[in-house]
């Protein structure tokens, strides 16, 4: 199948191994980012607290608010300059926020958490009623949600990096997590390889999961414990990034490199190392 696209789609990159890096290491990721084919950064609301463009200038930014977003976060957002701002789904709270966001003219992004079929089914009746919400972010390409989600078709989706080809074939266009993070390049490629041959797409995605969670999940867990976000591994392995450092990785027993190299090994069509 080939989707007939939406402007969000592509790849969008989490921030958040960028908070408090130097300004040479932020344009670096920038530049970076470009090169590979990214479409866009993902930020948290509580991450940045000065205008974006001073970070990010080539690409555009899809700020989330946090699970208690207020009207104050709302504007703060607006103010910092987010070109799409994500709002969490919470029945009449994200109505509201909505509202809100749309009063300042900024386009949304809902973002559902443990998405099913009639979560979805409540999402997709807010974003007809707003003309601000172009798109939902779930937490997992769920068959279900997709499918009532992509009933309308002027609706974009993200889903997550490591469920690319399966949110895929349910409409989806857009990865917002992980994958991007991993290999901004490689996401990319299997975005277009999605476009040309979903079924040999599907089976890179069996196998990055296979790694995900043979490889990675543990990894994960012992950099967590000595102070390592989850995010911030995932920048280190995938080494895309010229001057990111990531401390605490040494304390934790883990060497990126050793997991690039399983990584490409693993999933070669996404060529770790040609990532700029």
């Known amino acids: 199948m080939t989707n007939d696209g939406h402007p969000i789609d592509g790849v969008w990159i989490e921030a958040q191994p960028f908070v408090g890096a130097s300004a ?3 344009r ?5 980012a470009v090169r590979a084919g990214a479409t866009g950064w993902v930020v948290d609301a509580g991450d940045w607290d000065a205008p974006l463009s ?3 200038t080539e690409l555009p930014v899809r700020v989330d608010l946090r699970a208690d977003g207020s009207s104050t976060e709302v504007a703060r957002v607006v103010d ?3 070109d799409l701002v994500g709002v969490p789904f919470a029945g009449a709270r994200a109505a509201e926020l909505v509202r809100l966001a749309a009063a300042r003219d900024a386009e949304c992004v809902l973002t559902v958490q443990w998405a099913d079929g009639p979560l979805a089914g409540a999402a997709r009746a807010l974003a007809l009623e707003s003309e601000s919400v172009v798109a939902v972010s779930l937490d997992r390409a769920d068959e279900e949600a997709l499918d009532a989600l992509r009933a309308d078709e002027s609706l974009g989706a993200f889903v997550p990096g490591l469920q690319v080809a399966s949110g895929y ?3 989806a266009g857009a990865v917002d997590r992980d994958l991007g993070l991993l290999a901004p390049g490689g996401a990319a490629r299997l975005l277009a390889l999605c476009d040309s041959d979903v079924a040999a797409a599907l ?5 990055l999961q296979r790694f995900a969670e043979t490889r990675l999940a543990p990894a994960a867990r012992r950099a967590e ?3 390592v976000g989850r995010a911030s591994l995932l920048a280190a392995v995938g080494d ?3 001057g990111l450092a990531v401390p605490g990785l040494d304390d934790a027993g883990i060497d990126p490199d050793e997991l690039r190299a399983e990584l490409a090994e693993a999933c070669p069509e996404l060529v770790l190392g040609g990532d700029p």
Not at 203 to 207: C, G, L, N, S
């Open 24 to 26: 040479k290491t932020l």
């Open 28 to 32: 670096a990721a920038e530049a970076a």
């Open 54 to 56: 001073t970070r990010w």
């Open 80 to 82: 910092l300059g987010a």
């Open 169 to 171: 074939r349910r409409g």
């Open 203 to 207: 089976e890179v995605e069996r196998r």
């Open 225 to 227: 414990a000595a102070g």
């Open 240 to 242: 895309w990034c010229p």
